[in-house]
């Protein structure tokens, strides 16, 4: 008689076999990814719908405070269809569809630009400081995964920044170095108080949201290292 994998769960512990273990564990993750992507779809369908109503509001007589509710309904449906999408990723395996010429310099100071970025966290008014040295910083990446990566690091440090009550600008630091290997790539995100040794065990969606930036990273042959009060993103590029 077949047992199914549900009764498994039920029998003794000492019955139950660490492949059993492994397998159940695997259809629940399955299952789990596939509920987080159907839930993901429907809070995008409501995030355009409350964007439509954003831009309604703007070419109508809406009070102040029914725009500022309607505007902290739309961040937060971005961040929960963000922190969602988020887990879909980490549920894949990384595929990357890398281009030659793809500009760091440019990543970076997109998300500097990215006034979204701060919202949600709470802090429109928190500060990011791009530093760019001198120098050329194309190399063959794919410019989605990466500028996702970076994106979920920056995310992070000013969420952590925000529990600490920091008002201190973020600067990210861009500039490189030669290697064995040839030229590199250095990020730094750095900030007085910064700890990142509490930045990188962090739990919930900001820990899963820098697995899967380490991950991507390391998947472009680059490292992320944690310093005193800086994480430190190293890419080898193509120059």
């Not at 076999?17 to 695997?26: P, V």
């Not at 629940?28 to 439509?52: K, P, Q, S």
């Not at 990020?187 to 910064?194: A, Q």
């Not at 680059?222 to 994480?231: A, F, P, Q």
Request: net charge neutral; glycine share 6%; with cysteine.
């Amino acid at each position: 008689m077949t047992v199914s994998r549900i009764e498994v769960m039920h029998e003794p512990l000492a019955t139950a076999t660490a492949t059993d273990d492994r397998e159940i564990l695997q259809d629940l993750g399955r299952a789990c990814a596939e509920i987080v992507h159907d839930v993901r779809n429907e809070l995008n369908a409501l995030n355009l719908y409350a964007t439509f109503l954003v831009k309604r509001s703007e070419k109508s007589k809406w009070l102040p405070d029914e725009r500022e509710t309607l505007a902290k309904l739309l961040a937060g449906l971005e961040r929960s269809a963000g922190d969602l999408t988020m887990l879909v990723h980490y549920s894949r395996p990384i595929e990357l569809a890398k281009r030659s010429g793809i500009d760091v310099q440019q990543i970076v100071m997109s998300i500097c630009s990215d006034r979204g970025l701060r919202l949600l966290t709470g802090n429109p008014g928190q500060k990011l400081v791009p530093e760019c040295a001198s120098g050329v910083f194309r190399g063959e990446f794919d410019p989605v995964l990466l500028t996702q990566a970076f994106r979920a690091i920056t995310l992070g440090v000013l969420k952590q920044l925000r529990q600490k009550g920091s008002s201190d600008p973020l600067k990210i630091r861009l500039s490189t170095e030669e290697s064995a290997s040839g030229t590199v790539a250095v990020v730094d995100w750095e900030c007085v108080g910064l700890k990142t040794a509490d930045l990188l065990a962090s739990a919930g969606t900001t820990g899963i949201c820098l697995s899967l930036a380490t991950r991507i990273v390391e998947a472009h042959r680059g490292t992320i290292e944690r310093h005193s009060e800086s994480l430190r993103a190293r890419l080898p590029l193509s120059c």
